[in-house]
């Protein structure tokens, strides 16, 4: 079985300070590892994703994240914070279970930018 | 128009009613989500479908049922609405891969 684990509920940060949100996730097969932004009022969008290769993949809005596999870690970071950057941030894992993917969703990271 | 659009965007409904809350998409993928939103829990699957015949519960399945009537619609019904159903449920896509999900915008369901 696969979990997800977001450890902090919630994240304030002064403008343009860096950020880590971090995530943590169990699996007993391989797995592809995402983060998805969403906005007040506003559905989720994916920021960025690991598939393979690389364990630093860079998404938009000048987010990357790290893939860790000895940690099972997968956590996001900006090295500059935007009060445009204030959303809930959630962290998801898939892997394959006879073919088929499904998707597990972290409770999510509150992030909040203050000026 | 949004890849992945959900309707309605809001409702009120009283207790005991039965609604219907639809999605459709243009992406062309074969699997589509429905997903319930409430805070400090995530999002937890109700129901998903990999193609228009084959049906699967979720997490929290218990309470809804769904319809796969094309493969770009996907609609999830409500049969005796009740107010702990009161959350933002939202419809996802994604094709067989493992690329990632494309989202509709949500629809915030209020059960009094």
């Known amino acids: 079985a696969q979990s997800v684990t977001q450890l902090d509920s919630q994240v304030p940060v002064f403008e343009e300070a860096p950020v880590e949100l971090r995530c943590n996730y169990s699996s007993s097969v391989s797995v592809y590892l995402f983060w998805y932004v969403q906005y007040p009022n506003q559905g989720l969008q994916l920021l960025l994703k690991y598939l393979s290769g690389s364990t630093l993949v860079k998404g938009i809005n000048g987010f990357e994240a790290e893939f860790n596999k000895s940690q099972t870690s997968f956590h996001l970071r900006k090295p500059s914070v935007h009060i445009s950057d204030t959303a809930e941030y959630f962290c998801?894992?898939?892997?394959?279970?006879?073919?088929?993917?499904?998707?597990?969703f972290g409770t999510g990271t509150r992030l909040k930018v203050l000026a | 128009d949004a890849d992945v659009t959900q309707t309605p965007r809001n409702r009120i409904t009283k207790t005991g009613k039965r609604i219907m809350l639809e999605c459709s998409q243009t992406?062309?993928?074969?699997?589509m989500y429905w997903y319930r939103q409430d805070p400090g829990l995530g999002l937890r699957l109700i129901y998903y479908?990999?193609?228009?015949?084959?049906?699967n519960k979720g997490e929290i399945s218990d309470g809804y049922s769904v319809s796969r009537q094309a493969q770009a619609k996907f609609s999830l019904s409500l049969e005796s609405a009740i107010p702990n159903q009161t959350a933002l449920y939202f419809c996802?896509?994604?094709?067989?891969?493992?690329?990632?999900?494309?989202f509709g915008s949500g629809t915030r369901l209020t059960v009094v």
């Open positions: 998801a894992v898939s892997g394959s279970t006879s073919g088929t993917y499904k998707y597990i």
């Open positions: 996802a896509t994604s094709d067989q891969g493992a690329r990632g999900y494309t």
């Open positions: 479908s990999f193609d228009v015949k084959d049906i």
């Open positions: 992406k062309g993928h074969d699997r």
